[in-house]
C-alpha cells in the first residue's frame, strides 16, 4: 500500500527543532562512548546526522531529506570503513523506519555532496550496489550533468524528491564542484564548507566572492530559518577557533548560521579581496589562497595539540 502524498508545500516551512546538544568528541578515557553516528531529527521528514569526532577529527554534518518518491543523502563523511563508520546501516534504519510511517512501493535514494573534498565522499563505496540508489560522483562535470545545470554555476536548478522540490545552485571556489541546496521545507540553506562557523578555505578568491554574492541574493528571496554548513571548527569565545585534528571541542558554537551571518560572510571576503593570508573574523576564519607559511602555522598548531594530547594521555 502506497500511502497518500504528503505535501511538502502548504506548510513550508516547517516548525522543526535545532535543540540539541551536538556531541563533540571526549578526553580519551570516555571517548569509546561515543556513537559513530549521532542523528537528530529536525522534523520526522528533516535528519542532520553527525560523524563523531571519535571517528575522524573532521566529523562533519550530513543531512538526509526525505520527499514522497525519493531521499537525498548529501555527504558521506570521511571515513570509509562501514565497521568504524556505518552510515549506510544508519541511514537504512532511518529509510526503513520512515516507510514504515509512510509506506511506498518504491523508494529511491540519491547520494549526492555539498562538495567534492575527501572528508565529504570517503563513505561513499558504502553505497556502491545498493537497489534503486544513484550515487553522484564528486566531478563538477558529474554534478552539473545530474542536477541539470546548463550554465554552471550561474543558474539555479530544480530536484524534486517527490513534491519536495529542493533549489540548487553552484557555488564554486572553496572546491570546483561545491553546491549550495535551498529546501523550502525546512528552510534550511545547506551551504556545506562555503559558510560555516569555522576556517573558510579558500583556492579561488574570485568564485568564491561570486558565490557568496549569489548565495546572499538567493537566501534575499526565500525564507531561511537555518544556514548549515558541514563543520563547526569556532570556539564560544568570538574570533577564536579550535586547533586543527582536535578530537574533543568542548564549548563549542552551535553549527547554525543565520542570512545576517551570511551576509557578514560575503561583506568579511569582499574586504579582503587581493589581500591573501588569514582573516580573522568573530564567526568564521577567512583563509584567503592561503600562503605556504600560513597553512605551517596551522599544521604546527594542530601538531602542538595533539604532542598536548597525547602527553596527558600518557
Known sequence: MTERPIDFVTAAPTAGSLDVTW??????????RDPKI????????????????????????IYLL??????????????????????????????????????RERYDL?????????????????FAGRPDTTVVSREPEAVAQ????????????????????????????????????????????????????????????PLFLASLDG??????????THVLGCHVEMTSQPGRDYPIGATYQP?????????????AVRDAAASVAGHRGVHTFDDFIIYNE??????????ARGLGYRIRTFLLRS
Open 66 to 103: 526525505f520527499g514522497n518518491d525519493r531521499a537525498l543523502l548529501l555527504d558521506t563523511g570521511a571515513t570509509a570503513d562501514p565497521g568504524l563508520f556505518p552510515l549506510r546501516a544508519t541511514v537504512e534504519g532511518l529509510i526503513a523506519d520512515w516507510l514504515g510511517r509512510h509506506p
Open 110 to 126: 540519491v547520494v549526492a555532496h555539498t562538495h567534492g573534498h575527501g572528508d565529504h565522499v570517503a563513505g561513499d563505496a558504502q
Open 290 to 299: 592561503p600562503r605556504r607559511r600560513d597553512l605551517y602555522k596551522l599544521v
Open 146 to 205: 545530474f542536477f541539470g545545470f546548463t550554465r554552471w554555476p550561474d543558474q539555479v536548478v530544480t530536484l524534486d524528491l517527490g513534491g519536495r522540490v529542493l533549489e540548487v545552485t553552484g557555488s564554486p571556489g572553496h572546491q570546483r564542484a561545491a553546491v549550495t541546496i535551498y529546501d523550502p521545507w525546512s528552510g534550511f540553506l545547506l551551504t556545506g564548507d562555503t559558510v560555516l562557523p569555522g576556517r573558510l578555505y579558500v583556492e579561488d578568491f
Open 215 to 224: 548565495m546572499v541574493k538567493l537566501a534575499g528571496s526565500r525564507t531561511i
Open 38 to 61: 549521532q542523528v537528530h531529527f529536525y522534523e520526522e521528514h528533516t535528519v542532520i546526522l553527525r560523524q563523531s569526532k571519535s571517528v575522524h577529527y573532521e566529523a562533519p554534518f
Open 23 to 32: 556531541i563533540h568528541g571526549a578526553p580519551s578515557r570516555r571517548r569509546a
Open 251 to 263: 564549548g563549542e558554537r552551535a553549527p547554525e548560521m543565520t542570512t545576517s551571518q551570511l551576509t
